[in-house]
Each structure stands twice: as structure tokens, then as C-alpha cells.
């Protein structure tokens, strides 16, 4: 994966916020190790390497605990929401837009 797939990937499925975290593991990426995957899971920045590099783990295990306090939206600080049924970190600004009008009683929307 290059570092413009990892971007991609990760701005169309949380926003621009976490980009800058894209950057700085490429900018570290060892040489001879690849990052095969960028994703997030349960609210953070997450990435999967094609081999084992403690080093450069360690580093992405520090990266993914910075994403768990910044909007994956807008980079600002953020803490871990459930929003529309998903863990993400937001801001609160993004926290509400992406949560207005969503029914907020648990219901999926079918009448019983």
C-alpha cells in the first residue's frame, strides 16, 4: 500500500482528521517493511505491516493511542463517541453533525 492508498483509504472512511498520522508512519516506515493496511477499528487509527519490526510496531501502537484523541474528522481533540452505532473519535462538533436526526432510541426504525 502506498501512502496516497493509505490516505485515501482512510479519508473516505473517517475524514481528514487522522491524515497527518498517515503521514508521520510513512515517514518512519523502516526500510524493508511495508504497510500492507491502514483502517480503523473501534475508533482508532490502525495498520498492518508485512513483517514483524518491534520498533516500528511500538510506534504504530503510539500513533493508534494519539488517533483515540483526535477527530478522525478534523484533527482537533476528540474523545471516543458512539455515534449512529459506531465507536469513532470525534470532536463534538463532528459528534453532533454526525449524529443529528439519528433516533436515538436504539430502534433500527421498524415499528413493532
Known amino acids: 500500500m502506498t501512502r496516497d492508498e493509505a490516505k485515501n483509504q482512510i479519508e473516505t ?4 482528521g487522522w491524515l497527518p498520522l ?11 517493511v511495508a504497510i500492507v ?3 480503523e477499528k473501534y475508533g482508532r487509527l490502525k495498520f498492518r505491516i508485512d513483517r514483524d519490526d518491534e520498533a516500528f510496531e511500538t510506534f504504530l501502537d503510539e500513533i493508534t493511542e ?4 483526535m477527530c478522525e474528522v478534523c484533527g482537533e481533540a476528540g474523545t471516543e ?9 470525534l470532536c ?12 436515538s432510541g436504539g430502534s433500527d426504525g421498524a415499528s413493532w
Request: glycine share 10%; with cysteine.
Open 13 to 16: 472512511t473517517c475524514g481528514q
Open 22 to 32: 498517515v503521514d508521520k508512519a510513512f515517514d518512519h516506515l523502516p526500510h524493508g
Open 37 to 39: 493496511e491502514a483502517f
Open 66 to 69: 494519539r488517533s483515540g484523541m
Open 81 to 89: 463517541q458512539i455515534a449512529n452505532r459506531w465507536i469513532s473519535t
Open 92 to 103: 463534538e462538533r463532528h459528534f453532533v453533525e454526525r449524529t443529528a436526526g439519528a433516533d
